[in-house]
């Protein structure tokens, strides 16, 4: 359906890095350096969470300590994971593979809740709102026609895109101009596989919606705190609360607050992903990889994203270690006993890269 797709990874959300105030120097530090710089705006990637997760340590630490307990308890055991894993992601499918249900979503829920305390208090990568700016139809607000895969479980998109919704920024409007694919969503809006842009989540979003929403429904708070600005303590409290309501609490039955992160290795709904991806890769002819690095515990998904591409010309892969991923790309087309299309690498990552095959 799309002839241009995006695929995105960690990398296109990586924000900027630099000096920070004294006072939020983080205390941990991943390479041993005294004068460790700390992230501005964006998301850590995968190896900077010990960094990311002292520095947001270092920034909440001045609020009611009662409110920090399960905070604190949540940051911590990412911290202690990050360092003894290669990433978050490797020990979650571990959890996953072993069967350990409880701790499995316990942990989902502790990384959606660092995503969401993180994005409260740091600004998206300014790259997504140049991207969207050039994209975007003055008269009509639309997108060309295009489909965006995410294996990004952060809301970036969503924050710069809500600038564009003029009148009351909830979620639920922004995915619904978005036309956005969550799998384990059951009550914002439907994606449109007809539609001509769509915005796939395939390891879903780091959120949590109410199972029985109500006027007091923390769906209202801690989605649309991202662009509103409730105080600091409130937000705490509703992140305790959450955290005391979701499905690790309530292994066996519905929890009052259910996760919107769902890994794209889970059973449920993968089936669901791989239709959608193939009916919107169907007539690609030119991907844009960008900030990805196509790591082995998402091999199923990547095989299928080329596999459901029958019609691709051109990959463009912009990286700034663009010539390695084009050999990890190149490496899948041997796998799958198919010829490579033309394989394009750009390694200036100052702004999105927009192909002329998009018009």
């Given at each position: 359906m799309s002839k241009v797709i995006y695929l995105l990874g960690a990398g296109a959300s990586y924000g900027e890095r630099g000096d920070l105030p004294l006072s939020l120097k983080p205390i941990v530090s991943i390479d041993g350096a005294k004068d460790r710089q700390g992230i501005l705006r964006g998301?850590?990637?995968l190896n900077e969470f010990p960094l990311a997760i002292s520095q947001l340590q270092q920034e909440v630490s001045s609020l009611n300590r009662e409110n920090l307990k399960i905070v604190s308890e949540i940051l911590t055991h990412i911290l202690n994971v990050s360092k003894e894993y290669p990433t978050v992601d490797?020990?979650?499918k571990m959890l996953y593979t072993t069967k350990r249900s409880e701790d499995y979503e316990k942990f989902k829920e502790e990384i959606a809740?660092?995503?969401l305390m993180w994005q409260r208090s740091h600004k998206h990568d300014i790259r997504y709102d140049a991207f969207i700016a050039s994209l975007i139809d003055a008269e009509t607000g639309e997108f060309p026609p295009m489909t965006i895969l995410s294996w990004n479980y952060d809301m970036q998109f969503e924050m710069s895109y809500s600038k564009y919704i003029t009148e009351?920024?909830?979620l639920w409007?922004?995915?619904d101009k978005l036309n956005v694919y969550c799998k384990s969503n059951g009550s914002l809006p439907k994606y449109d596989v007809t539609l001509p842009f769509a915005f796939i989540k395939l390891n879903?979003?780091?959120?949590?919606?109410?199972s029985k929403p109500d006027d007091r429904s923390l769906r209202y708070t801690l989605q649309d705190v991202l662009w509103e600005s409730p105080n600091e303590e409130q937000f705490v409290k509703d992140v305790n609360t959450i955290y005391e309501n979701g499905q690790h609490k309530n292994i066996f039955a519905i929890p009052k607050y259910v996760n919107e992160l769902s890994y794209a290795w889970d059973n449920l709904g993968k089936e669901q992903i791989k239709q959608n991806i193939t009916q919107r890769g169907e007539k690609c002819e030119t991907l844009v990889i960008i900030g990805?690095?196509?790591?082995?515990?998402?091999?199923?998904?990547d095989r299928h994203i080329f596999l459901s591409m029958p019609k691709l010309k051109t990959i463009y892969v912009q990286d700034i270690d663009a010539v390695n991923v084009k050999e990890r790309v190149t490496a899948i087309f041997e796998y799958l006993q198919r010829d490579a299309p033309r394989i394009i690498p750009k390694t200036d990552v100052g702004q999105f890269f927009i192909p002329n095959e998009l018009g």
């Open positions: 998301m850590p990637i490797t020990y979650a809740l660092f995503f009351g920024r909830a409007k922004i995915w879903g979003s780091a959120m949590f919606h109410a990805y690095s196509f790591p082995y515990v998402n091999r199923e998904i």
